[in-house]
């Protein structure tokens, strides 16, 4: 099928304080949240300015995947809408279709399968066409939890944190990966608890460890419902009990050290590692490492080149096309790829 244009989806997030109340508007519209929720959750992004910096890195992703894609000769045009702030999805393709573009493969910021990682995108994606009128046909490229590329971006950025340790201390680093946790309901639905695992086990050999475990952060929603576990803060407790010192923290659940990294992991998970006397190093998230980038640009020849597909690992090749039931919505609803704000919105 011939395309002529490549569109990156993601989350979006706010870029100044002025942004922050509009943008939780948007996340939590027609979820009846009442506005003291909203101040308090706005509190932590005053951590940061004001500003996610997720859009900033979809900007350098941007930017990344032009030049690869001109280096592998082709001539196609990269733009990027977000779900929740903008560019919204529905002005990005307004500006395509002005643009002559008439069939585009979209990019989701998303390596897994579960409702809110992939499902929801593409719901996302119709609703914002039916919005539009004569907008692009847009087809999404496959899940790339277990590409090879992924793989060894993932596990370069776990060696290159492993530095921070000291030789001696590197003798009893334990790896711990971390992901969105999703009511089990949603869970039940999906695979994302089966790749999490198989990313998680690839990772870990790739970078030279015998083991990784996985714990889960951002939890949202009452207690009384079951969540993927262990947090991660209850993880750390229990790497402490066992005598754990240090620690090496990958967030393979994401791609971008966007907000939900950077509070979950770098300020709580980091405030309880000093209180319990361990040495706790977080590994940056794929972002535009370089054979990240390449990875995007195998998906993409995938489909306009028919170029080989590529899986490590023993879970296989996840197809073009999601089937018509897969992944559904379950109850409760939460995004795990959407950002610390709907997940402290529903904690408060």
């Not at 910096?53 to 733009?79: D, F, M, W």
């Not at 919005?131 to 950025?157: C, M, Q, S, T, W």
Request: net charge neutral.
């Amino acid at each position: 099928m011939s395309y002529d244009a490549i569109i990156v989806v993601s989350f979006g997030g706010p870029e100044a304080r002025q942004d922050v109340l509009p943008f939780l508007e948007n996340v939590t519209r027609g979820r009846n949240v009442p506005r003291e929720r909203l101040l308090e959750v706005a509190r932590h992004y005053n951590h940061f300015g004001g500003k996610s910096p997720i859009n900033e890195q979809c900007r350098s992703l941007v930017a990344a995947l032009e030049t690869e894609l001109a280096l592998r000769g082709h001539k196609l045009p990269v733009y990027w809408g977000n779900r929740n702030w903008h560019p919204l999805l529905a002005d990005t393709l307004r500006k395509m279709r002005d643009d002559g573009v008439k069939r585009a493969l979209a990019f989701v910021t998303s390596a897994y399968s579960s409702y809110s990682g992939c499902r929801q995108y593409r719901e996302n994606i119709e609703a914002a066409r039916r919005e539009v009128e004569g907008a692009p046909a847009i087809d999404k490229l496959r899940l790339f939890y277990n590409h090879p590329r992924f793989i060894e971006a993932a596990a370069e950025r776990v060696s290159e944190a492993l530095g921070a340790f000291s030789l001696e201390q590197r003798k009893g680093v334990r790896l711990a990966a971390t992901a969105h946790s999703i009511p089990l309901s949603m869970a039940e639905t999906s695979d994302y608890e089966m790749q999490l695992r198989e990313t998680t086990r690839l990772v870990a050999a790739a970078a030279g460890f015998a083991e990784c475990e996985l714990a889960f952060q951002s939890r949202s929603g009452p207690p009384s419902q079951p969540w993927l576990g262990p947090d991660i803060l209850e993880h750390l407790r229990a790497l402490h009990a066992r005598e754990v010192s240090s620690v090496l923290l990958t967030p393979l659940g994401f791609v971008s050290d966007h907000l939900e990294v950077l509070y979950d992991l770098d300020i709580e998970a980091a405030e309880l590692a000093a209180d319990l006397g361990m040495k706790l190093v977080r590994a940056q998230t794929v972002g535009t490492h370089p054979e990240f980038i390449r990875m995007i640009g195998e998906l993409i020849e995938e489909r306009i080149a028919d170029a080989p597909r590529r899986a490590a690992g023993s879970l296989g090749i996840s197809p073009d096309v999601c089937a018509a039931d897969c992944c559904p919505r379950g109850r409760p609803v939460c995004t795990p790829h959407a950002s610390a704000a709907q997940g402290a919105l529903q904690r408060l």
